[in-house]
T-cell receptor
């Protein structure tokens, strides 16, 4: 069964304390790995798409990487405004769209 | 502004009373989808649509209906809501192809009593 697992469930950091969130996947024929940010009471907001092992993408303090079995979201020197739930999702559809399989998310809290 | 608009944001209803949650996007996206989000279960897909008049079941379609008569609209219909359909619902849209990710609406919090 295709599955996406995120760890830890929750992460508390001090402002400036860098860390990583993990996303492991068992999606057969993975064609894309997505990261989203979700603030309380709002819809997920798209961050990155990664397609192949070794690929990296960056946006401000966030950097996403992909290996053959997992993806990491590295947060460098986080600020309180980075507090949110981060969702990882995988798909095995290529040219056509299909179901994104979501992990349950990592809730990040950054204290000043 | 490019967006996905859902209505209503909050809804409390009684068991068995038919309801419709509307979803509209202004980005000319071919693909639209409905998800529900529950504590401990994450986001699960209900239905999706690749284009007008083309819809298909996701992982949890039981008790729901959808229609795609126009490209911009994708309403979610609960013919006879039950308490186990109490959840936070999200509509999402995207261009065909996986590169850009989904644009999600702000959500509809539904309570069925």
């Amino acid at each position: 069964e295709d599955q996406v697992t995120q760890s830890p469930e929750a992460l508390r950091l001090q402002e400036g304390e860098s860390s990583s969130l993990n996303c492991s996947y068992t999606v057969s024929g993975l064609r894309g790995l997505f990261w989203y940010r979700q603030d309380p009471g709002k819809g997920p907001e798209f961050l990155f798409t990664l397609y192949s092992a070794g690929e990296e993408k960056e946006k401000e303090r966030l950097k996403a990487t992909l290996t053959k079995k997992e993806s990491f979201l590295h947060i460098t020197a986080p600020k309180p405004e980075d507090s949110a739930t981060y969702l990882c999702a995988g798909t095995n559809y290529g040219g056509s769209q299909g179901n994104l399989i979501f992990g349950k998310g990592t809730k990040l809290s950054v204290k000043p | 502004e490019a967006q996905v608009t859902q209505n209503p944001r909050y809804l409390i209803t009684v068991t068995g009373k038919k309801l419709t949650v509307t979803c509209s996007q202004n980005m000319n996206h071919e693909y639209m989808s409905w998800y529900r989000q529950d504590p401990g279960l994450g986001l699960r897909q209900i239905y999706y649509s690749m284009n007008v008049e083309v819809t298909d079941k996701g992982d949890v379609p039981e008790g729901y209906k959808v229609s795609r008569k126009e490209k911009r609209n994708f309403p979610l219909i609960l013919e006879s809501p039950s308490p186990n359909q109490t959840s936070l619902y999200f509509c999402a849209s995207s261009l065909i192809g996986i590169s850009g990710g989904y644009t999600f609406g702000s959500g509809t919090r539904l309570t069925v009593v």
